[in-house]
């Protein structure tokens, strides 16, 4: 199954890199708060989730919050490489 870090989709070149910072600080707040709480669904996640079920919601849920999201670890060295190889704009 693959998985996505949250603050690589989010982040732009573009945005000033205080705000990135204020961004990724406030993803990895709203992470940490589900990591603290799985498996509570919370009422903004039912109201906006494509499908009512809960057990799907939980599986997307764990396909996009996950300890990458926190940090990316050795994947940061795999992104980095490939932004040299084929330029920044091919992780757009």
């Known amino acids: 199954m693959r998985r996505y870090h949250l603050r690589v989709l989010l982040q732009k070149k573009e945005i000033p890199v205080q705000s990135r ?3 990724s600080g406030l993803i990895k707040k709203s992470v940490e708060y589900a990591f603290a709480n799985y498996p509570q669904i919370t009422d ?3 109201e906006h989730a494509q499908e009512m079920d809960e057990n799907v919601m939980r599986q ?3 396909l ?6 926190l940090d ?4 940061r060295e795999a992104i980095e490489m490939l932004e040299k190889l084929h330029g920044p704009k091919s992780l757009a």
């Open 64 to 69: 996009y919050v996950n300890n990458y999201s």
């Open 44 to 46: 903004y996640t039912r």
């Open 21 to 23: 910072d204020k961004i």
């Open 60 to 62: 997307h849920i764990e």
């Open 72 to 75: 990316l670890g050795e994947a």
